[in-house]
């Protein structure tokens, strides 16, 4: 007899998107945050099969999409056999609750989707004890919907009364389970607090930006270390720190969770912690994906949050990354001749660019084809070794 042969592989889950474009939103701006949704999706391993958007002032409060939108969405789910469906905003309890019991299928919203990126990808016992807070955090006004009873705990002699219902119960530890998070993620700043006062007589030095930009790649490629980088979102969320020499200059560089927009609130409390590397930085590296057709968007939504976190007001430098894959803005395409066109951009057209004017000091590079990486490091010990100069001018070693 033929031994048999099980398919163990995990069945990819097949989704569809849904977002609401609001009168302050453009239909570009709308299929970017989809794709962008899309991209979370294949990140936490799903199959985006179609996206849905509906026109409307406001999103609906019963249904987020309205009822009709939401007959269209159930016919698709029972034809195309869809596992979960995915919107792009958050989802309000009762909108969750409606949605649910109308399409029978799973429902998660961007927040929930996020969290569980960061479930999947937290390695230290800080991320992971952040990530469990944010989701407890996020699941807290949302029990109602996980019980289909609300039966009374039964008590027994010298019990008896109104007792406590099952969802009480669940909020109540809960609520235990949350506060013991914060006190171990209290403890466990405290260590990093002590650490990072050890190495105060470094400059520090950050990466920051969007995620997805290069980060990692470029901290690899300066450090000479091994931080995972993938082609994906959120592939780095415990901060790393390599100490630097650039000539006779020595540094620490840190690399930092990817910023995203409508990042969950209850992430950007959580990861404060981590992101103290951020806020006591010297000098910040601001990664930007020039080849992304939205990187000044991404510039907006990183600045927001650095100011936040408090920590605008810091010496900024903008890398520029991945030049060789920079394709020309519509806009500024049409005011080419075909020759123009059809000339690659050099590194003179892109340090003479409103890029660069606009956010001096910059410099433009490919961290992976390793292209103008010479004043990338040039630019660094500079700014490096002014500093370092500015607070002990008794080193000698810099003279």
Not at 44 to 67: H, I, M, N, W
Not at 154 to 179: C, H, V, W
Request: proline share 3%; glycine share 4%; hydrophobic share 40%.
């Amino acid at each position: 007899m033929k031994p048999k042969f099980y398919d163990t592989a995990v069945k990819q889950e097949k989704a569809i998107l849904v977002g609401v474009m609001t009168p302050h939103e453009t239909e570009a701006q709308e299929k970017e945050y989809l794709e962008e949704l899309e991209f979370l999706v294949a990140t936490a391993g799903g199959e985006t099969v179609k996206s849905f958007t509906q026109k409307l002032q406001r999103p609906d409060r019963a249904t987020f999409v309205g009822s009709g939108k939401l007959e269209d969405i159930k016919a698709f789910v029972i034809e195309e056999e869809i596992d979960m469906v995915v919107f792009d905003d958050e989802l309000t309890p009762s909108q969750l609750r409606n949605i649910e019991n109308e399409l029978q299928v799973k429902i998660l919203d961007r927040n929930n989707l996020i969290l569980d990126i960061f479930a999947g990808r937290a390695q230290t016992a800080q991320a992971k004890s952040q990530v469990e807070l944010a989701q407890l955090q996020y699941l807290l006004p949302r029990l109602t919907r996980l019980w289909t009873h609300l039966e009374r705990q039964k008590g027994g002699i010298g019990m008896r009364g109104p007792g406590e219902s099952q969802i009480e119960t669940d909020r109540r530890l809960i609520l235990n389970k949350i506060s013991l998070l914060k006190e171990k993620l209290k403890n466990i700043d405290k260590q990093n607090e002590t650490q990072r006062k050890n190495r105060h007589q470094l400059i520090r030095v950050a990466l920051v930006g969007y995620t997805n930009v290069g980060k990692s790649t470029i901290m690899n490629m300066v450090s000479k270390s091994e931080v995972f980088a993938e082609n994906k979102l959120f592939a780095t969320l415990d901060t790393t720190v390599r100490k630097v020499v650039f000539e006779n200059v020595p540094f620490l560089l840190s690399d930092t969770v990817g910023f995203i927009r409508k990042l969950p609130h209850h992430l950007v409390e959580c990861f404060k912690s981590t992101l103290d590397e951020v806020r006591e930085a010297d000098i910040l590296i601001h990664v930007v994906d020039i080849s992304h057709p939205n990187f000044e968007d991404q510039i907006r939504v990183v600045n927001e949050t650095l100011k936040e976190l408090g920590a605008l007001n810091k010496k900024v430098i903008t890398v520029f990354n991945k030049i060789d894959e920079f394709k020309m803005p519509d806009s500024y395409r049409e005011q080419l001749s075909a020759e123009q066109e059809a000339e690659p951009l050099t590194l003179d057209d892109f340090r003479q660019s409103w890029m660069a004017k606009n956010n001096s000091p910059a410099v433009f590079i490919s961290a992976t084809k390793r292209e103008n990486l010479e004043e990338f490091r040039t630019l660094i010990y500079n700014e490096v070794k002014k500093l370092h100069t500015e607070r002990y001018p008794y080193d000698q070693l810099l003279y």
